[in-house]
């Protein structure tokens, strides 16, 4: 996700400039500049892993924090400036300052999609859901084919869903609802990104009162997507699962027939005294 969010700033946040004048337009061209030398940074720390040098790391990103304040203090309205800004702090763990630097970011342009995204993460991540939320759905609103933002407003719809239901404005049906739709509509605007089915399917596990024939065929989708036996057998134990739910113990069974990969065998383990429960019926 992070990765992908380095990839949107690159590409989002710079268009944001199309259309300036000429020092804006310089001010865009060395916030690229900058951009990139964090993308090659953080790519080259990735890869050194253990091996990474860290006084000379943070030496590097301690340069790239002097540029962009240079290029704020030259360019102080300047809205993607701030945005990227906030999202090199985002990833240092500054997060007071990336606030700080997102919130004037949205101040000064409030139709930048993955500032309020970001905006909305940092909200979520201090256990404040009820707050983060309005910042996902207006970056959706903006950006409504983004899959990420979907997927994000998913999770947090269900890892925050205490706190949305004692708000008493969200009741359990409508909290579901959302959340189901909102990975829902990640899969369908990202058919490659197989984490996004993965979670689709997930989900109807999290709801009050779940369609098990529609998570049966999600799951099924899923397996024609599998690349790798283990993927495959991973979707058949899901598939069991959701039979025994159904009360279909024979088609439990004949899936968990098809199970023999080493790894797997814990969570098939576990599926078997309830088949046989349900046999008994």
């Not at 999609?113 to 903006?142: R, S």
């Not at 959340?179 to 984490?195: K, S, V, W």
């Not at 999600?218 to 036996?229: F, M, V």
Request: with cysteine.
């Amino acid at each position: 996700m992070r990765s992908s969010l380095l990839c949107l700033l690159a590409g989002l946040l710079l268009a944001a400039s199309s259309g300036a004048a000429e020092s804006e337009n310089l001010a865009e061209r060395n916030l690229r500049r900058i951009v990139d030398r964090q993308k090659e940074l953080f790519a080259e720390a990735a890869k050194q892993g253990d091996k990474l040098d860290e006084a000379n790391f943070k030496q590097q990103v301690q340069q790239i924090t002097h540029d962009f304040e240079l290029l704020l203090r030259n360019n102080p309205d300047y809205a993607a400036g701030y945005a990227a800004y906030g999202y090199l702090l985002c990833k240092i763990d500054m997060r007071k300052e990336a606030m700080a630097m997102l919130l004037k970011a949205n101040q000064l342009d409030s139709d930048i999609a993955l500032v309020k995204n970001q905006l909305g993460n940092l909200l979520a991540e201090e256990g404040k859901a009820v707050q983060a939320a309005p910042y996902f759905i207006a970056a959706i609103q903006l950006e409504p084919k983004e899959p990420l933002y979907h997927y994000q407003l998913g999770t947090l719809l269900v890892e925050g869903r205490d706190s949305f239901l004692k708000t008493g404005e969200w009741n359990r049906a409508k909290l579901d609802a959302a959340m189901h739709h909102a990975f829902q509509r990640a899969a369908e605007l990202a058919p490659d990104r197989f984490e996004f089915a993965y979670r689709y399917a997930e989900s109807f596990y999290d709801l009050e009162k779940p369609d098990w024939d529609a998570a049966l065929k999600a799951w099924s989708d899923l397996e024609d997507k599998a690349t790798t036996t283990i993927e495959r057998q991973t979707m058949r134990l899901h598939a069991a699962n959701i039979c025994l739910k159904m009360g279909k113990p024979a088609h439990a069974r004949a899936l968990l027939a098809t199970v023999d990969e080493p790894k797997l065998q814990g969570q098939k383990e576990r599926l078997l005294p309830q088949l046989a429960e349900a046999e008994k019926k």
